[in-house]
């Protein structure tokens, strides 16, 4: 018995051995390859994704382990310089950062037992999931690229001036004069994986599993994104204009008078609807119960990022007003806690698809009606953005009832909940 006891014993000690030496391996074998190198490096967005995987790490981790995550980042920082030969350069030193995080998460969960393996499981593979789609996501927008070579910028371009003004000129123009306030914008811009990631690894630590229709939600916004790239394909009025925007667009006649009709320029499609305001709504809308400073920080950011989306010239103003009935229904789909026919499930899942499909309908159609008067699209605009207020706050009433007396839901265990 004893020998059969320590035999037990020595397979359990050898297996967390050969994961430990496989993470090890697979890890240093990333960081010293040339092709992902190439991509941290000139790649900020993604580079953000994988560095904010840290938020995480120092979320659910004791906070003397800061120290064992810097020598393990150093570390790697040190070994990709000496043997790539490259100089040591900001968002390849965060990515590296974010890697030793996942690094560490996984090596944690291989030696975790009872719950806070479970809580590392909750930690690592959603956060990988998350950087893998940041990883991916530049390959399906390539396909989106490829089945429309030509845009309908113009037609969304002629939406905005309708309201009398042009949203993303002006916005623009007040933007780009300072060299602070563009740097600020891409700060919003770029930085869009750290309320993310925040917000998950909060909501992680407050409800545990609960947490999992928050990763899911930021999921799959993206790739149900594509889909309405692929109905209306757009790039910005950056791209339509080029070296014109933002200080010489159409006058107002020319553009009433304007023949509609697709144009090839270059850009990626992935104006409407704005996923970078989606991301940072469902950010706002998911920071429901944790500390007032974390509800600011997520209002902040999503004002930053409406602005930095106009200012900067990816979006038009329609593109920001089509992500809210898409955040929307996005958060509905993935509210696993409440049952599909539960009209404060339903009726937001609903409202938002058929408002999205409305809209790309009507743009798509360029109707002159909109130039009678600057009422008809702001009245189409109030009539998105009211509808779905309404529908949001009594989600969002739905799930913290939920969350505050678990037992009205079977679909994620109750757990030990505090304030963040």
């Known amino acids: ?67 064992q995550l810097v020598i393990v980042a150093c570390f790697l920082v040190l070994i990709q310089s000496l043997v ?16 030793g995080s996942l690094g560490l998460l996984a090596y944690r969960q291989t030696y ?68 602070w306030i ?12 750290v ?11 407050r409800i545990g599993s609960g947490a999992m229709v928050v990763f899911l939600g930021f999921f799959i916004i993206g790739p149900a994104g594509v889909i309405f790239y692929n109905l209306l394909p757009a790039c910005g009025p950056i791209y339509l204009f080029g070296a014109r925007f933002p200080f ?3 006058a107002t006649q020319q553009i009433k008078e304007m023949v509609l009709h697709p144009v090839a320029i270059s850009g990626v499609r992935n104006a409407f609807p704005s996923l970078h305001v989606a991301w940072a709504l469902l950010a706002s809308w998911y920071a429901e119960g944790l500390s007032n400073c974390t509800k600011v920080f997520g209002r902040i950011f999503l004002a930053g990022t409406a602005l930095a989306c106009l200012g900067l010239g990816e979006h ?10 898409f955040a929307m229904m996005i958060q ?61 706050s009594q989600l969002r009433r739905r799930l913290a009832a939920i969350v505050q007396r678990p037992e009205l839901s079977g679909c994620f265990e109750a757990t030990t909940r505090r304030k963040i």
């Not at 563009?182 to 994986?193: E, G, N």
Request: hydrophobic share 55%; net charge positive; with cysteine.
């Open 332 to 392: 509905a789909a993935c509210a696993l806690q409440i049952p599909w026919l539960d009209r404060r499930r339903l009726m937001p899942f609903l409202a938002g698809l058929l408002l999205l499909l409305i809209w790309v309908v009507l743009l798509r159609g360029g109707l002159s009606i909109m130039w009678v008067s600057p009422l008809i699209p702001w009245t189409l605009i109030a009539g998105t953005v009211i509808p779905c207020v309404i529908l949001q």
């Open 182 to 193: 563009t740097r600020i914008a891409l700060l919003f811009y770029f930085a869009l994986p």
């Open 1 to 67: 018995m004893t020998k059969l006891n320590s035999g037990i014993e020595g397979k359990g000690k050898v297996v967390p051995l050969l994961v430990t030496g496989l993470l090890i391996a697979s890890v240093v074998a990333l960081v010293l390859n040339r092709s992902f190198y190439d991509r941290i490096a000139a790649d900020a967005f993604f580079s953000i994704t994988l560095g904010s995987t840290a938020i995480v790490f120092l979320q659910v981790r004791p906070r003397w382990e800061v120290l």
């Open 195 to 205: 309320p993310i990631m925040l917000i998950y690894a909060k909501q992680l630590a």
């Open 84 to 99: 790539l030969r490259v100089s040591l350069r900001s968002m390849p030193a965060l990515a590296l950062l974010g890697t």
């Open 316 to 325: 038009y103003f329609i593109d920001l007003i089509a992500a809210i009935p």
């Open 112 to 179: 975790g037992a009872g719950k806070e393996r479970k809580l590392l499981y909750y930690a690592f593979f959603p956060s990988l999931l998350l950087v893998l789609l940041g990883y991916v996501s530049s390959s399906l927008l390539e396909i989106t690229d490829r089945v429309h070579p030509s845009t309908l910028d113009l037609f969304l371009y002629r939406f905005d001036a309708s309201l009398g003004f042009q949203p993303s000129f002006d916005v623009a123009q007040v933007v780009l004069r300072s060299w």
């Open 248 to 250: 010489e667009p159409f």
